[in-house]
């Protein structure tokens, strides 16, 4: 009979996570280090919110701590040293340029007219037309914003009810003949791919099931441990999908199965990357601990696989930014508190750049959780980076559970 794998503990799973996602210890800002961080990742998420500092800003900060975000920039539009472009991974994101061609098929996908978003408004007479239009416009104008290009209708205030030219705009980039050369004041700026792309980037396209074998594979390195089917919601992919290429790499033993014990207290059966074989035995000896307080953003790619928050952490993220106020639990800017391998409670901040006060509106522990010296003293620490990352010389906090927890952070700072 083969020999019963061992189990592995709780601590070993969080260890393993927080690892390959660089939360366990701080990773250096040089631009050498942020680019391997974020191909270790797979991708950044970006979002529009801007309470405080944006997502992908922010999911830096949490690895980094304070840095110059003019790093991160110059990284992904600086055309001499470009080494990132923006693309769909998990959701709108900031990608490494050496995966470029495993985007590619996801373009080719888009040309084909196979997206739901724009099969509707691809079939109007006018669409195909207004492509070439716009398209045409940035070859002979050079790189153009959707603000370039007039509109006299009224915005109705959803996506798809954008003006037309930002519609074609959104599926040239999708599609790959355009990128974006840039943003001005957030607002993307688009150009032709061959002007933007650089000449090292390996544009060799490969097949659609090379790329999702890639991004799956890929997605296990970056989460460290997961449920197999969880690879999907990593990497922009659904479950059915995603599931014959989870299938064969288990059998061909590019990932390997586990137990382990998750904090429902019971034996679950995950699967881990072979090459991270070692790393789950230093963790399980304490060999490699998690040692970080930070604060992680509402799109960090701890989150992304569905479910693995309430797994491995028994802790259920949120976002609310987009719900009515009156039905926030949380807050509409929701940052978990990571504390060592614990996610221990919550904070929702905004940040009034005028006066340079940072506000915590919201500020939680979770149950069990208690505001000891040395939990404050570590929370305080991290807020302190947090607030010169932010350039806040002030600390508000409106609303603390427990109070006590409030009262110490403010005292600590």
Not at 21 to 48: F, H, N
Not at 122 to 146: D, F, Q, Y
Not at 320 to 331: I, L
Request: proline letters at 6%; aromatic letters at 10%; charged letters at 25%.
């Amino acid at each position: 009979m083969p020999p019963i794998s061992p189990t592995y503990p709780l601590h070993a799973a969080r260890a393993l996570a927080l690892h390959t996602q660089g939360l366990t210890a701080p990773t250096p800002s040089t631009p050498d280090m942020i680019l391997a961080l974020i191909e270790r990742l797979g991708g950044i998420q970006i979002d529009t919110l801007h309470v405080v500092q944006r997502a992908h800003y922010l999911t830096l900060w949490s690895r980094i701590g304070s840095y110059d975000t003019v790093t991160l920039d110059r990284l992904a539009y600086d055309p001499g040293e470009r080494r990132l472009f923006e693309y769909w991974h998990h959701a709108a994101s900031l990608v490494p340029l050496s995966a470029y061609r495993y985007f590619m098929p996801r373009m080719r996908w888009f040309k084909e007219g196979n997206s739901q978003w724009y099969q509707g408004w691809l079939k109007k007479p006018e669409s195909a037309e207004l492509v070439e239009a716009v398209l045409g416009r940035i070859r002979h104008e050079g790189a153009l914003r959707a603000a370039d290009f007039e509109h006299t209708e009224a915005r109705r205030g959803a996506w798809w009810s954008w003006k037309p030219a930002k519609l074609a705009l959104e599926h040239l980039y999708d599609r790959g003949d355009l990128m974006i050369a840039n943003r001005v004041s957030f607002q993307r700026v688009y150009d032709l791919a061959e002007r933007v792309l650089p000449d090292w980037v390996d544009a060799t396209e490969p097949t659609m099931e090379e790329s999702r074998r890639h991004f799956v594979e890929h997605a296990v390195r970056a989460l460290g441990i997961c449920q197999p089917l969880q690879t999907a919601e990593y990497t922009w992919m659904r479950r059915g999908t995603a599931r014959p290429y989870v299938e064969a790499l288990t059998e061909a033993g590019v990932f390997v199965p586990v137990r382990v014990t998750l904090a429902d207290g019971d034996i679950h059966e995950m699967v881990i990357h072979r090459d991270h074989c070692d790393l789950l035995t230093q963790a399980a000896d304490g060999a490699i601990k998690a040692e970080r307080t930070t604060f992680l953003n509402p799109f960090d790619s701890l989150f992304w696989a569905k479910g693995r928050d309430v797994q491995l952490w028994n802790f259920r993220q949120s976002l609310e930014a987009y719900k009515p106020e009156k039905k926030r639990e949380w807050g509409y800017f929701c940052m978990p508190i990571l504390h060592r391998d614990r996610l221990v409670g919550r904070l929702d901040p905004k940040l009034d750049r005028k006066s340079g006060v940072l506000t915590l509106k919201k500020l939680y522990l979770e149950p069990g959780i208690a505001p000891d010296g040395e939990l404050v003293s570590a929370v305080a620490g991290a807020m302190q980076d947090f607030m010169a990352f932010h350039k806040a010389a002030d600390l508000t906090i409106e609303h603390s559970a427990p109070a006590v927890f409030g009262k110490k952070l403010a005292a600590a700072l």
